[in-house]
T-cell receptor
Framework: AQSVAQPEDQVNVAEGNPLTVKCTYS??????LFWYVQYPNRGLQFLLKYITGDNLVKGSYGFEAEFNKSQTSFHLKKPSALVSDSALYFC????????????FGRGTQLTVWP | KAGVTQTPRYLIKTRGQQVTLSCSPI?????VSWYQQTPGQGLQFLFE???????NKGNFPGRFSGRQFSNSRSEMNVSTLELGDSALYLCASSVGTGDSTGELFFGEGSRLTVL
C-alpha cells in the first residue's frame, strides 16, 4: 500500500528561527513528491515539488525541501520562519502513472510564535 | 487566469438527503480529481476524471459518484447522506496529459455539514 507519513502533528518554532517539517513516504517506483499548505477554511496551495534532479528543491515563500532517496524522506525547510507561515502543511506523493491521484500525509500544524 | 471554482462553499443537509457539488477547473485543464478532508481521516482520494471518463477511484461506497462534462467541469454527488459524510470536499485540476509531473491546483472546497 502506498503511504505518506508526517511524524509530527505539530511543530512550534520562534520567528526568525529555521523550521523543518518532516515527511517520509512509502510509494513504489520513483514517486513525485509535493508539499502543500492550507490556511483555515481554505483549499490547498502548492508550495513545491520534486520530480527528478537536484535533491534540494526551492519553492514559494522561501520554502525548500530536501529529497533523500535512501531515507525515503522529503523534509520541508525554511531558513527563517515568519509568523505568517503558521498553517497546516501537507506532504503528498504520486506514482507517476496515476495522474491526479495524490497520497497525502496527515498534515503538520506549524505555529510560529513572535 | 481564474483558479479552480467550487460551489457551493457551504451547505447543510440532513441525513438521508442527497447533495451535488460542482467544480470548474482552471481553463485548459482536463483532469479533475476530488478529495474528502475530515479531521479524523485526513485527505482521502475520491475519484479522478479526465475527458469525461473516470480514470481512478478511491475507496468510497457507491453513494459517492461523480461525472465530468465536455467542458471539463465536474460534479460529485453523495446520496443518502450520513453524519460521517460531513467534511470539506476539495476539487483539484491539472492539465492531465503530457504533463505527468504537474501539480494539482485546488479549489477552496465545499464544506458539507450533515445534521
Amino acid at each position: 500500500a502506498q503511504s505518506v507519513a508526517q511524524p509530527e502533528d505539530q511543530v512550534n518554532v520562534a520567528e526568525g528561527n529555521p523550521l523543518t517539517v518532516k515527511c517520509t513516504y512509502s510509494v513504489s517506483g520513483n514517486p513525485y513528491l509535493f508539499w502543500y499548505v492550507q490556511y483555515p477554511n481554505r483549499g490547498l496551495q502548492f508550495l513545491l515539488k520534486y520530480i527528478t534532479g537536484d535533491n534540494l528543491v526551492k519553492g514559494s515563500y522561501g520554502f525548500e525541501a530536501e529529497f533523500n532517496k535512501s531515507q525515503t524522506s522529503f523534509h520541508l525547510k525554511k531558513p527563517s520562519a515568519l509568523v505568517s507561515d503558521s498553517a497546516l502543511y501537507f506532504c503528498a506523493a504520486r506514482r507517476g502513472s496515476t495522474l491526479g491521484r495524490l497520497y497525502f500525509g496527515r498534515g503538520t500544524q506549524l505555529t510560529v510564535w513572535p | 487566469k481564474a483558479g479552480v471554482t467550487q460551489t457551493p462553499r457551504y451547505l447543510i443537509k440532513t441525513r438521508g438527503q442527497q447533495v451535488t457539488l460542482s467544480c470548474s477547473p482552471i481553463s485548459g485543464h482536463r483532469s479533475v480529481s476530488w478529495y474528502q478532508q475530515t479531521p479524523g481521516q485526513g485527505l482521502q482520494f475520491l475519484f479522478e476524471y479526465f475527458s469525461e471518463t473516470q480514470r481512478n477511484k478511491g475507496n468510497f461506497p457507491g453513494r459517492f459518484s461523480g461525472r465530468q462534462f465536455s467542458n471539463s467541469r465536474s460534479e460529485m454527488n453523495v446520496s443518502t447522506l450520513e453524519l460521517g459524510d460531513s467534511a470539506l470536499y476539495l476539487c483539484a485540476s491539472s492539465v492531465g496529459t503530457g504533463d505527468s509531473t504537474g501539480e494539482l491546483f485546488f479549489g477552496e472546497g465545499s464544506r458539507l455539514t450533515v445534521l
